[in-house]
């Protein structure tokens, strides 16, 4: 775990959540999958589905999709940075895109969608053997905790100021 990172333990028995997985960088994404659905099944919920997208841009759509009948989701791609603008608009449209979709629905998305200069970067937070991150984990965890404390809250009366 990375210095400062919070350590979060959390119980989601219950909740309906579901992965969404960009297919680029077979051995990363794997990596991040299954850091995802181990911190899933620990935190009580063993079945949940991983759904597959072309690309890490398709995420957001797929979220959107989703989102009305499911209490979390979790969006997983990589994004590695080349030699044209490519990589900033896929970045800064995931990023945009994912954050519409939490806030519009009111369903947390744990953005684990890695932004990285090098594949090696990737690979490091991956939550491969060897790797010093694991941002699949983390971002499961992240919507779950979010779920869990969204429950907790009386949702607002409209006009209430």
């Known amino acids: 775990m990375k210095a400062g990172a919070p350590e979060v333990h959390v119980d989601g028995?219950?909740?309906c959540v579901a992965v969404?997985?960009?297919?680029?960088?077979?051995?990363?994404?794997?990596?991040?999958?299954?850091?995802?659905?181990?911190a899933l099944t620990g935190a009580g919920l063993p079945d949940v589905p991983v759904v597959r997208v072309p690309g890490t841009v398709e995420l957001?759509?797929?979220?959107?999709?989703?989102?009305p009948t499911h209490d979390a989701l979790v969006a997983?791609?990589?994004?590695?940075?080349?030699g044209t603008p490519h990589f900033e608009y896929v970045c800064s449209g995931v990023t945009h895109g994912l954050t519409d979709v939490s806030t519009?629905?009111?369903v947390p998305v744990g953005?684990?969608?890695?932004?990285?200069?090098?594949?090696?970067?990737?690979?490091?937070?991956?939550?491969?053997p060897g790797s010093g991150e694991d941002k699949g984990a983390e971002a499961a965890?992240?919507?779950?905790a979010t779920a869990v404390t969204l429950r907790g809250l009386a949702p607002r009366a409209l006009g209430a100021g």
């Open 13 to 15: 028995t219950g909740l």
């Open 60 to 67: 957001s759509v797929a979220a959107a999709r989703l989102a």
């Open 20 to 38: 969404i997985a960009a297919s680029w960088h077979d051995v990363v994404m794997d990596g991040l999958i299954d850091g995802a659905v181990r």
């Open 104 to 106: 519009r629905t009111g």
């Open 111 to 128: 953005f684990g969608v890695l932004t990285c200069d090098t594949e090696e970067q990737a690979l490091d937070r991956a939550g491969l």
């Open 141 to 144: 965890l992240a919507a779950v």
């Open 76 to 82: 997983l791609g990589v994004v590695i940075r080349g």
